[in-house]
Structure formats: structure tokens, C-alpha cells
């Protein structure tokens, strides 16, 4: 049911992890299902996503999700990180069952809670 | 790739015996029973010897015994057939929280049609109370449906002691009796059931072929119409080779049960063991009142769709009552009637054994999972392993 895209996510899970003293840190539960997504993100002075981890607990599509949309962020800068949708996350990943489509609203909710965190850090530090 | 299949409460491989009764029925003798020719005839003769060995194996009579497409239909076919039929009686129907949604759907349609329907909880073992069920009988009570056995926890219900209930309150009793043939002793009498259903694909039998059992002077209404078949219960041209399938695998399953169920259980206890030696597992289901061949755990902090996919990976066929998996997206209802929080029901584990398994398959089960479920832990934001590693 899943393609080899998500498979090989689901079993090479690429930026698991946490960092220490990240920049952002976005969390997210499903309604639908119960499950948890964690994003956290370290961002340079360009404001280039230097790096980027994610811990999930979820199904096999979370997980491919979670892991495909690490890879997309990395490198990019925040506006480029804010464009990103779930479906270029499922397109990313060749597609995911219908059943499975709101797994992907999870990666792509966790990014944007991360990004804002980010913001209202930087919000906050400015306010200093 | 070793490839260990433990999901037989789902279905089992058929015997090999069953395959070859069966054959000759698809390919030889195709007569159609109602004919009145020598094939017909034959054809007749072999669901006559079929219907004579399921009444065997459950203590019955042949004439008491339905063949129908499966447990499912068996299930409408007693629930709506004695709720239409009684409904002069009244309209009350009892049945419990964990059933197949074969019965649960059913009296939830007759709820639509006007009846009124209890459904009584279980303890957290999954399992009915005889007195919960005695508690919910009114004047209107008409029919009590519980099942013999759980699907997804392996619980045993008493049903004789229900069974006895419903006598004293001349109630009529069924059971959906699908995952105790085989594995556990089934007969009409000791149990008190007026209606039991079976489906033979869970006994090694073939796919898309069951039997009710109605004990005889209990009416049902019908809703299918078309020939005489089946006491114009179940009419329609009979699918012989299924039928002969059923026959052989009922006689098959029921002969040798003591020992077969005493093989499975060792392995059960096996498995059930070396599971439990992982950090944060709990059993699901009784302890002991408990199928021969199932197993269930919930493994904390990791979600059963995930650890499906990485067992399927490493050749492991189970199954798991966590709501990713359920298409619907809610988990399994048996285990919320059980009390269990969303997140234990999450990470369900249900590994069911079959004839076929063996202790370097349970081994082996145990050798892969260990592994998966680190990996899989490792990466989920709510195991507290992480924080406690980060330290
Ligand atoms: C307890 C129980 N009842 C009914 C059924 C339905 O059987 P079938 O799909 O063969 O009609 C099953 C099988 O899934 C079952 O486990
Ligand atoms: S995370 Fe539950 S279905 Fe995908």
C-alpha cells in the first residue's frame, strides 16, 4: 500500500533525533488518530535552516513524512520553509493512500508551529 | 527471508486433507444438489455427509445446522432472523461491547428498525459478566448474542453460564462461536445456545463458507428469497466444494483438539513471556481464560501500524488493534471496552498461532521485535528512554 519512497523513509529515517538549545521546537498531536510529531530546528544569521530533527510516534506514513519533509527543509530559508505544504510533502514521497493523507497535515502542522516558536523567539529577544 | 505467518485469527492455511476433499467437487463432481440425476445426486450426498459432520463436532443434529457464506452472514442471519420473528415478544436485544462487528452492526441496524439494544461492558480483561447480562434483561428481552471467544484478546466468555441465564429467563441465546472451533471444546448442549455461528476459514478451512446452527423449534424470519436450499434459510444453489471443505476441516479441527491446543499453548506462554521481558509491555486479555493461539500486548510509546510494517519487513505477519491501522482511524473497539488509554491501544500487538507454527518461529519473533521496538522507540517523542539517554 505505501511506495518505495515511503518505505525507504519509514526504514532509513533520515534527522531523527532532538537538538540542544534549538531555535525552534514544533509540536504536534493528531486529533484523528492520537499521534505526536516533534520538530526542532537551528537557523544561522542568513536565516538558513542549518539543520532540522524530528521524533515521531505514528504510523508508517508519520514517520516517511516526518523524515521526507527534513530533507526538504534542510538548506532552505525560513520563507522558503513557510511555503511548504503537505501535498508536496505526499508528492515528495510519490504519493500516500488516501486513508493516509492526513498523516502528512502532521509533518507539515509541526514545521509551521516550528517556524512560528522560531519567530516569537526571535520576537521576544528583540523585545530584550 | 524467514517467513513467519502469526495472524490465524484473521485466517489460517488450509489443510492440506481439507484441499483434497475439496477437489474432486470443483473439478469432478459439479452436479448441482437440487438436480435429480446421478450427478445431482452425488453432489447432495456430499453436503448431506458435510452438514452430518459439523452437527457431530458440535453436538447437534444434522437438520439444525445452516450453511451459509461465513460468520458474517451466519450472524445477520440469527440476530435479524430471531429479532423479526420475536417481535411480537418485544423488541429488547442484549449483546456486549466486544463483539464482531458482524453482530455489533447488525442489532445497530435493528436499532434503526425500532429495536432497542444493551450493550453490556466487560471487565478489563475483555471478558461479559453473566450477572451484567442477567441485570439488563426486561419484559421486552427477546434475544442475547455474546460471543464464545474474542478475536483480537483471546478472552473466553462463560457462556454456559449465560447460556443457563437466558434458559431461566426463556430467553433465546447465540453465540458467535468463530474463534473457539479448533481450539477450544464446542457443543451446543454444554454451552446452551439456541444459535452458534462458524466460519471455516479460521479453522483451516476454506474462504467464504460458514454454518449457523439453530437449534431445532427456533424460528427465524427470512430475508433472502429464490429456492428451497437450506430450509429456504439460506436458499440459493449450495457451494459444494466449500461445504465438503467445511465438513473436513470442522471433523479435522475438533478430533485432534486437546493436543493441538496443548502445543499452541506452550508456544503461547513462549511468546507471552519473552514479550513481557521488554521494558513497558502489558499483556491484553486474560491470563488464562484465554485462546491456546493468542497473543496480545501493547508495547508502550510506539504505535501498532509502525511495528507492523517493520515486522512485515523482517517476514513477521500479525496484526494490531492501534487506530492507524484501522482505516476508520479509531482504535480498536475491543480494547477501549477493556479501559485501555489511546496510546496503550495505540501500540497493540496481536500475534495469533496457528497448527503451523513452531518454537524456532516463536524464537525467532522474539530474536527481530527487541530490535524494532528500540528503533522504533527511539525515534517517538514520547518515550521517556529519550530523555533519561539525553541526560
Ligand atoms: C469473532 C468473529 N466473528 C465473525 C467473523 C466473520 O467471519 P467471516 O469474515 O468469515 O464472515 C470473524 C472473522 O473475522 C470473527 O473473528
Ligand atoms: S499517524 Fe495515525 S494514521 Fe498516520
Known sequence: MYTEKVMDHFTNPRNVGEIENADGIGEVGNMKCGDIMRIYLKVNEDDIIEDIKFRTFGCGAAIATSSAITEMVKGKTIAEAWEISNIQVAEELGGLPPSKMHCSNLAADALKNALRDLEEKRAAQKTE | ?391
Open chain 2, 1 to 391: 527471508m524467514r517467513k513467519v505467518y502469526l495472524d490465524n485469527a484473521a485466517t489460517t492455511r488450509m489443510h492440506e486433507e481439507v484441499f483434497a476433499a475439496m477437489k474432486p467437487y470443483l473439478l469432478e463432481h459439479y452436479g448441482n444438489p437440487s438436480s435429480i440425476h446421478s450427478f445431482g445426486r452425488q453432489a447432495r450426498k456430499a453436503v448431506e455427509d458435510a452438514r452430518e459432520q459439523v452437527a457431530a463436532a458440535l453436538g447437534a443434529e444434522p437438520r439444525e445446522i445452516v450453511f451459509t457464506s461465513g460468520a458474517t452472514e451466519a450472524n445477520n442471519l440469527a440476530i435479524r432472523g430471531i429479532a423479526r420473528a420475536q417481535k411480537n415478544k418485544g423488541n429488547h436485544l442484549i449483546t456486549s461491547a466486544v463483539e464482531h462487528h458482524a453482530v455489533l452492526d447488525t442489532c445497530k441496524a435493528l436499532a434503526k428498525e425500532g429495536f432497542t439494544v444493551t450493550v453490556v461492558p466487560v471487565d478489563e480483561y475483555g471478558m461479559v459478566d453473566p450477572a451484567a447480562v442477567e441485570a439488563a434483561i426486561t419484559d421486552q428481552t427477546i434475544l442475547v448474542s455474546i460471543m464464545l471467544a474474542n478475536n483480537e484478546v483471546g478472552t473466553i466468555n462463560p457462556i454456559a453460564e449465560i447460556g443457563e441465564i437466558c434458559r431461566k429467563h426463556n430467553l433465546i441465546f447465540h453465540s458467535d462461536a468463530v474463534q473457539g472451533i479448533g481450539n477450544i471444546p464446542v457443543n451446543v448442549d454444554n454451552l446452551k445456545v439456541d444459535l452458534l455461528s462458524l466460519s471455516a476459514h479460521k479453522f483451516y478451512g476454506p474462504k467464504g463458507i460458514g454454518a449457523l446452527y439453530v437449534r431445532k423449534g427456533t424460528k427465524l424470519d427470512v430475508f433472502n428469497f429464490g429456492g428451497v436450499q437450506e430450509r429456504k434459510l439460506r436458499p440459493g444453489t449450495e457451494n459444494v466444494p466449500a461445504i465438503v471443505g467445511l465438513g473436513k476441516a470442522i471433523e479435522l479441527a475438533t478430533s485432534d483438539l486437546e493436543a493441538e491446543a496443548a502445543k499452541l499453548r506452550v508456544l503461547r506462554d513462549k511468546l507471552i513471556k519473552g514479550l513481557l521481558a521488554i521494558e513497558a509491555t502489558k499483556l491484553n486479555g486474560h491470563p488464562e481464560k484465554r485462546l491456546p493461539g493468542n497473543v496480545n500486548v501493547s508495547i508502550q510509546y510506539i504505535e501498532g501500524e509502525s511495528l507492523l510494517l517493520s515486522l512485515d519487513l523482517k517476514g513477521v505477519a500479525a496484526s494490531s488493534g492501534s487506530a492507524c491501522t484501522s482505516g476508520s482511524l479509531d482504535p480498536s473497539h475491543v480494547l477501549m471496552a477493556m479501559g485501555l488509554d489511546h496510546q496503550t491501544a495505540h501500540g497493540s500487538l496481536r500475534l495469533t498461532l496457528g497448527r503451523d507454527n513452531t518454537e524456532e518461529d516463536v524464537d525467532y519473533v522474539l530474536e527481530v521485535l527487541p530490535e524494532i521496538v528500540e528503533r522504533l522507540r527511539a525515534m517517538s517523542p514520547i518515550y521517556t528512554g529519550n530523555e533519561i539517554k539525553r541526560s
